[in-house]
Nanobody, 119 residues
Framework: QVQLVESGGGLVQAGGSLRLSCAAS????????MGWFRQAPGKEREFVGS????????SYADSVKGRFTISRDNVKNTVYLQMNSLKPDDTAVYYC????????????WGQGTQVTVSS
């Protein structure tokens, strides 16, 4: 099994910054891609960004481009989401996701971490 453990959420004022972390652990595995989704109250879960493990190429939702940055630590099997210039609209539960191969490739999810941006 694979576990994804997130940390770093909290309350911040508009214009502030937060950094989320997500560490993958468990049996021997190979990571293809990790990323972040978010879900605000009453809304569907939406894509935030992702990073491909082999070459660290990244992809972002238009709503966060230029403000959020995804990075990874290969040794720690950890993905980070640096969030700058936060807006109240960024308030949501942020979920880490990972596309990982044990025997086959499967998608895994973290438990979610709350980010609240006050105006």
């Amino acid at each position: 099994q694979v576990q994804l453990v997130e940390s770093g959420g909290g309350l911040v004022q508009a214009g502030g910054s937060l950094r989320l972390s997500c560490a993958a652990s468990g049996r021997t595995f190979s990571i293809y891609q990790m990323g972040w989704f978010r879900q605000a109250p009453g809304k569907e879960r939406e894509f935030v960004g992702s990073i491909t493990w082999s070459d660290a190429s990244t992809s972002y939702a238009d709503s966060v481009k230029g403000r959020f940055t995804i990075s990874r630590d290969n040794v720690k099997n950890t993905v980070y989401l640096q969030m700058n210039s936060l807006k109240p609209d960024d308030t949501a539960v942020y979920y880490c996701t990972a596309y990982i191969r044990l025997t086959t490739y499967d998608n895994y999810w973290g438990q979610g971490t709350q980010v609240t941006v006050s105006s």
